[in-house]
């Protein structure tokens, strides 16, 4: 059975579970998730198997990128969707309440019977949180490519150069190591543009002697990479160097004290404690990580409120940050994947201040 | 008073006239054409005023992009939201039904009474149709930047490179000419790849003699731009150039028959009859256009079965196209301000083959 059997298996085993005899699948990494298509549209499971309903734009990929799979093409998405689970003869109906619209559940509401629909929690997300080798394998690729362009940017820039500019080159680089794209739109964020966490490159020029906040990761094969690093061209001003060794120390903690097992507000409590300490909590407004994978930004949250837990397989960012309005931000982020034993780095960007 | 104060103002008007005490507002393009902020949060209009509804990572963002607004990062957004819903004592509290989730308005539920709450249609998406002259400004500003990254592009392209490759470049030129990034990922299909309307650029060579469908747009201070060129480098084949000149044919049709006070269905008959009768229709699977503006695809839909009608001050895509599986496609799309007269073009790439 590929991947992708497996994970419509387990999806179909909680489908019997809830007593759901039909399924709406509206997020786009779920859909690509259970089947591979990447292309828009709406994904029915039911009895009978599985539907993706989309239109001409995207009909023939939907073919070619899925197995076992119906595809349609006539008419609105949602039509598509509403025909089959009627004809279906369901009993109950789920549907994903975080990735449906209040519009189109109106819209399901006119046509499958109200005592049928079941708002769903999104059991896909929690299935997606713990990474198969091939996902793993993807991930570690991505990581590698936004490595490999990373060093060599670092290499060749200099002060003057432009934020916007400088962002362009990552991102040119990451694309001619393999990427298919960044994973998310790269943050190079130079002196006080530091202190704002998603900082847009603008046309200020880098200056040495400053931090510069530097976000990216690359997308391959559907996958993300997420890394950050804070860099100074030139000598760092004392309080650059004082607060980057401060922001690494917490990472570190963290890195080296997070394990399977543990409470995700543990892990994040790991690198707050120690930034508390030194004076600087109120300065980390942000969590301390993330899940990543066919989302940027997916879970678990590694984060106060978190109620995740963390487990093999996963794979997170570590990522504690200081922002001072008016001076600046560092940042340092690593992209780890979670083991029995700890935490196991998929990123290799080198350190170096 | 400023273009976000006359938005507001006629807003307001449209609130008052639902009777809504209070709107809660979703949409990221809607928040920001009312108050001209870009980052994540939601929007809440009262009687009081506005409130910007964030967390830590936009909080200076929100406070520098806007004028007479209030900014609170405390908390979840959609939970600061609804602290202020109660607040502000409104009988009649509106959301917008196509922005909001499911599992959002089963939060809302559980906090305004159900009683006060009112789906709302899209009525900022209808405002939002018509263009002010600073929007008309920064939307030929971006078409100009991706006019003049296409012309040197165009230039350099021989057979053999990737499309991928290509498709960065396009990106790098845009980039370096004063875009902020592409408006969309850019597509450079060739040969059969180009029988997909929506294709990702891939490891595939361009060859000399094949179409190559280009897809491309600058986003400018926020506003889009939207353009696609076929192209052929070498001597065209045939039914290369055949097919080319029909679909050139049907874009000319429907540009110079449409004006202000057209339904945007009859828009889109120009150019779907003429290839009816050149047996291209169901080759033809996709609407002939849509408006372009905060995003790069908005209303008006320019489709058979939109609504719509055609005003001055509109700013659509004319782009019929051809696609055959296994040989490849032509589309062919102008940007053009609807005027009293008709239609004035806000791209000039060459349209030759």
């Not at 689970?85 to 509401?109: I, W």
Request: net charge negative; glycine share 10%; charged share 25%.
């Amino acid at each position: 059975m590929s991947q992708y059997g497996e994970r419509i298996a387990r999806f179909r085993d909680w489908m019997e579970a809830e007593d759901l005899g039909a399924m709406l699948i509206s997020s786009e990494a779920n859909l690509r998730w259970l089947t591979n298509y990447s292309g828009e549209g709406l994904l029915v499971i039911d009895a009978e198997g599985l539907l993706i309903c989309t239109d001409s734009r995207y009909a023939a990929q939907a073919v070619e990128e899925t197995q076992e799979v119906e595809v349609t093409a006539d008419g609105a998405h949602l039509q598509q969707a509403m025909d089959r689970l009627n004809e279906c003869g369901a009993a109950r109906v789920g549907f994903e309440r975080a990735h449906l619209s209040y519009a189109s559940y109106e819209k399901l509401l006119g046509t499958v019977e109200d005592s049928k629909l079941v708002p769903c929690a999104d059991e896909i997300r929690h299935m997606r949180m713990v990474k198969d080798s091939d996902e793993i394998d993807r991930i570690r690729r991505a990581a590698g490519i936004a490595d490999d362009a990373f060093r060599h940017w670092r290499e060749a820039l200099t002060p003057g150069v432009v934020e916007r500019e400088a962002a362009l080159e990552l991102h040119r680089l990451m694309v001619l190591a393999g990427a298919d794209r960044p994973s998310f739109d790269i943050i190079v964020a130079s002196g006080p543009n530091g202190a704002k966490p998603h900082a847009r490159p603008g046309s200020r020029e880098i200056c040495a002697g400053e931090p510069v906040v530097v976000d990216w990761g690359a997308a391959v094969d559907g996958y993300c990479s997420d890394c950050t690093r804070t860099i100074i061209l030139g000598e760092p001003h004392r309080r650059s160097r004082e607060l980057w060794q401060t922001v690494r120390e917490a990472q570190i903690t963290a890195l080296e004290g997070l394990s399977a097992g543990m409470e995700c507000r543990e892990v994040d409590a790991l690198a707050r404690d120690l930034l508390r300490d030194r004076g600087w909590e109120s300065e980390f407004g942000h969590g301390l990580g993330h899940g990543v994978g066919l989302q940027v930004h997916e879970a678990p949250a590694v984060s106060q409120k978190s109620e995740d837990e963390l487990a093999p397989g996963m794979i997170i960012t570590i990522e504690p940050g200081v922002y001072i309005d008016g001076w600046g931000g560092v940042r340092l982020e690593e992209l780890v994947l979670v083991t029995e034993e700890g935490a196991s780095a998929l990123t290799n960007a080198p350190y170096d201040l």
